[in-house]
C-alpha cells in the first residue's frame, strides 16, 4: 500500500466514531428523572399524573411510534440493506424463520393465548436486559456466576413485572398481589447479590454501572407496584432502545460516512441528509406507516385478490415476527467476532 494509502487510512480511524461508555451510563439518568416525576405526582399533584396516564404503554400513541418497533425495524434494516450482512447471516435468518412458523404455527393450535404471550414477554425482558448486562460486563469485569446471577434474577423479576402491566386486565386479586410479593421478592434478592458482587469490580465507573442495572429493574418495580405502568416501562426502554441506537448510528457511520455502501446512503448522500438520522428517521417512518396503514393495505389487497380480510397481518404478524428475529439476531450480530464490530470500536 502506497504511503499516500496509509495516510488516507490513518485519517479514516481517527475520524471514526466510538460508543462512549459514558454516554451509555448517562441514558440511565431516565431513573431518577421518572422517579422524580413520580414523587413529585404523589406529593404536590393529587396523582394526576398517575391518573391521567394510559393504563397501558400501548394505549399511548407516542410511546407506541418511538419505543420498541422502531429499534426492530432498524436492526432488520442494517442486517438486510447491507448485503455482505444478510450473505453472511442468511442461513441463520431462514432457520429461525422455519422455526417461529413452525412454533407459533402449531402452538396456536395447541397453547393457550397467554401461554404464547407469557413466552414471547420472557424472550422480550431477557433480550432487553442481557443487552444491558452484556455492556456492562466488560467494565465491571464480573466473573461468569456474578454476571449470570444478576441477569437470571433481573430477568425474573423483570418478566413478572412486565407480566403484571400487560395482562393486570386478566389477573385476579390474588394473583396481582403473588407478582408484586414474588417480583419484589426477586428484586430484594437482587440488591443483595449486586452488594455481594461489587467486590469484583475495581472501578467507581464498573460500579456505577454495576448498580444502574440493578436499579433499572428495582425502579421499575417501584412504579409499577405504585401503578405509574408508563414510566414503569418507559424506563428500561429507553435504556434499551437508544443504547441500540447508539451501536446502530455509529456503525452506520462508520460504514458509509466516507464512502456509502448501500443504496439507503447513497442515496441519503445525494441529498446532503447527515449520516447520524438517517436510520432512526427511517425507522420512525417505516413504523408509523406499518402501525397506521399496514394493517388495513393488507386487509384490502386480501378482501380484493382472495374474497377474505387478513385481519392484523402487519401489527401481530410481521412485526411479531421482525421482533422475534430481532432477539434472535442480536444475540449474535454484536460480538467480537462479527462482522459489524469491525465499525464499533469504544471509549470512556
Not at 20 to 29: A, C, K
Not at 46 to 66: E, K, N, Q
Not at 229 to 257: E, G, K, S, W
Request: with cysteine.
Amino acid at each position: 500500500m502506497s504511503a499516500q494509502g496509509l495516510y488516507e487510512n490513518a485519517i479514516a480511524v481517527e475520524e471514526n466514531l466510538a460508543v462512549s461508555f459514558r454516554l451509555l451510563l448517562g441514558l440511565y439518568l431516565i431513573i431518577p428523572l421518572c422517579l422524580f416525576l413520580q414523587f413529585s405526582d404523589a406529593l404536590f399533584w393529587g396523582h394526576y399524573l398517575r391518573d391521567s396516564l394510559p393504563s397501558s404503554p400501548t394505549h399511548f400513541i407516542l410511546f407506541s411510534l418511538f419505543f420498541g418497533t422502531p429499534h426492530i425495524i432498524a436492526s432488520a434494516l442494517l442486517l438486510t440493506t447491507n448485503r455482505e450482512y444478510f450473505g453472511f447471516y442468511k442461513h441463520k435468518v431462514l432457520w429461525m424463520t422455519a422455526c417461529v412458523a413452525v412454533f407459533f404455527g402449531l402452538g396456536s393450535l395447541y397453547l393457550p393465548y397467554k401461554a404464547l404471550y407469557v413466552m414471547v414477554a420472557a424472550w422480550t425482558v431477557f433480550h432487553v436486559l442481557k443487552q444491558q448486562h452484556g455492556v456492562a460486563r466488560g467494565i465491571c469485569k464480573l466473573p461468569s456466576w456474578a454476571f449470570h446471577a444478576l441477569l437470571g434474577l433481573s430477568v425474573a423479576a423483570g418478566v413478572l413485572i412486565y407480566i403484571g402491566i400487560f395482562l393486570k386486565n386478566s389477573l385476579t386479586g390474588q394473583q396481582s398481589e403473588w407478582l408484586q410479593y414474588t417480583s419484589g421478592a426477586l428484586c430484594a434478592g437482587l440488591i443483595l447479590v449486586t452488594a455481594i458482587c461489587q467486590r469484583y469490580v475495581q472501578t467507581r465507573f464498573g460500579w456505577l454501572f454495576l448498580w444502574a442495572n440493578t436499579l433499572l429493574v428495582v425502579s421499575s418495580f417501584y412504579l409499577f407496584v405504585h401503578q405509574y405502568f408508563l414510566l414503569a416501562i418507559l424506563v428500561p426502554r429507553l435504556v434499551h432502545d437508544m443504547t441500540a441506537y447508539l451501536f446502530y448510528v455509529t456503525h452506520d457511520y462508520n460504514r458509509h460516512n466516507l464512502e456509502p455502501k448501500n443504496s439507503i446512503y447513497r442515496w441519503a448522500k445525494r441529498w446532503n441528509i447527515p449520516v447520524f438520522v438517517v436510520l432512526p428517521l427511517l425507522s420512525v417512518l417505516i413504523t408509523f406507516f406499518l402501525q397506521q396503514y399496514g394493517d388495513w393495505v393488507v386487509s384490502v389487497l386480501s378482501e380484493y385478490l382472495f374474497g377474505f380480510e387478513i385481519r392484523k397481518a402487519v401489527t401481530l404478524g410481521l412485526i411479531g415476527y421482525l421482533g422475534l428475529l430481532h432477539y434472535y439476531t442480536e444475540a449474535f450480530t454484536w460480538k467480537n467476532d462479527s462482522p459489524y464490530r469491525q465499525y464499533i470500536r469504544f471509549t470512556r
